[in-house]
């Protein structure tokens, strides 16, 4: 989908997989451009889950990253391409809450119109 109208893209949406699609393509933006031959999502897929993904071929070689984070009464935690969660603290706490904040705002701003 084209965020050329995310209103209306976004009114024509009919399942969750859409909306979380469309909301993607805002969250992919918060960190900075996307280099040429990667791909990048970044969403919250249910509450207090959100997702941070990014693929990209090198010499050949598809690399991938998928970062999980989950909100917990006791914190955020982090688990990456499967392995164990561990608890974020000091400055990647603070991106997370910065980056989540700025997602949050531009869903609300260019897709719901709060």
Do not use: C
């Not at 997989?17 to 990667?38: C, M, Q, V, W, Y």
């Not at 990048?40 to 598809?62: A, Q």
Request: charged share 25%; aromatic share 12%.
């Amino acid at each position: 989908m084209s965020l050329s109208n995310p209103l209306l893209a976004f009114r024509k949406t009919k399942t969750l997989e859409d909306k979380i699609n469309l909301e993607s393509e805002l969250g992919r933006t918060i960190f900075g451009p996307i280099p040429a031959g990667h791909q990048r999502e970044f969403f919250e897929h249910k509450k207090n889950l959100w997702i941070w993904h990014e693929s990209w071929l090198d010499s050949g070689v598809e690399h991938s990253v998928t970062l999980r984070y989950e909100v917990r009464p006791n914190g955020v935690f982090k688990k990456m391409n499967g392995s164990a969660y561990y608890k974020l603290e000091g400055a990647e706490l603070e991106n997370f809450r910065a980056a989540t904040r700025k997602y949050l705002e531009l869903i609300k701003t260019q897709l719901y119109h709060v």
